[in-house]
Structure formats: structure tokens, C-alpha cells
Nanobody, 112 residues
Framework: QVRLVESGGGLVQPGGSLTLTCTAS????????MRWYRQVPGQEREWLAS????????NHAVPFQDRFRISRDNAKNTAYLQMKNLKPEDTAVYYC?????WGPGTQVTVSS
């Protein structure tokens, strides 16, 4: 059974940093590209970043490429999204996606 679980969300002050973790199971993680998205209630899900199966290639959405960084550790079946200089408008549910599956999401709230 394919399973993706996000963690690391929470409440952070503006200007702060968070690292989100996506833990995968049920498939060969090192064979799958991984992606991060986010969604604000009432809005469409927004793509943030992608990473190739071997981690050699990454791509970040232009609005976030200076503040967000995707990475992975295939030995741990884990993908990460490092976020810095967070802003209130980054408040959203963050999702990882891979192997045609989605995690349940983790809430990130940026507020003072």
C-alpha cells in the first residue's frame, strides 16, 4: 500500500523557517520523482517544487525559488521542503506527491 505522510508543519512567526518532511512507504521511493504542493482553502492546489528520483534535478516554482528548497534522502525514503523567510501568505496546507499518490497534508500557519 502506497503511503505518503507529511510532517513538520505548525505555527511560525513571519520571517521564520520550517522544514517539512514527507515519509514514503509501499513503493520503491528511489524510482519516483517527488513534488510539493500547497493549498489555501478556496484556492487551487499550487505546485511548489519537484525533485527527480535520484535527487540530481530539482525545479522550483519561480515565486518560491529564493525561499523554498526541495531535497530527498533515498536511504530514508524521505523528501523535504525547506522553507525560509516565511510570510503570512505562505499559510496553507502543504502536500507531498509521488508515485501517483498524495499525502494528507500538513498545516503551516505563519502568524505573529
Amino acid at each position: 500500500q502506497v503511503r505518503l505522510v507529511e510532517s513538520g508543519g505548525g505555527l511560525v512567526q513571519p520571517g521564520g523557517s520550517l522544514t517539512l518532511t514527507c515519509t514514503a512507504s509501499g513503493f520503491t521511493f528511489s524510482d519516483s520523482a517527488m513534488r510539493w504542493y500547497r493549498q489555501v482553502p478556496g484556492q487551487e492546489r499550487e505546485w511548489l517544487a519537484s525533485i527527480s528520483d535520484d535527487g540530481e534535478l530539482t525545479n522550483h516554482a519561480v515565486p518560491f525559488q529564493d525561499r523554498f528548497r526541495i531535497s530527498r534522502d533515498n536511504a530514508k525514503n524521505t523528501a523535504y521542503l525547506q522553507m525560509k523567510n516565511l510570510k503570512p501568505e505562505d499559510t496553507a496546507v502543504y502536500y507531498c506527491q509521488g508515485h501517483e499518490s498524495w499525502g494528507p497534508g500538513t498545516q503551516v500557519t505563519v502568524s505573529s
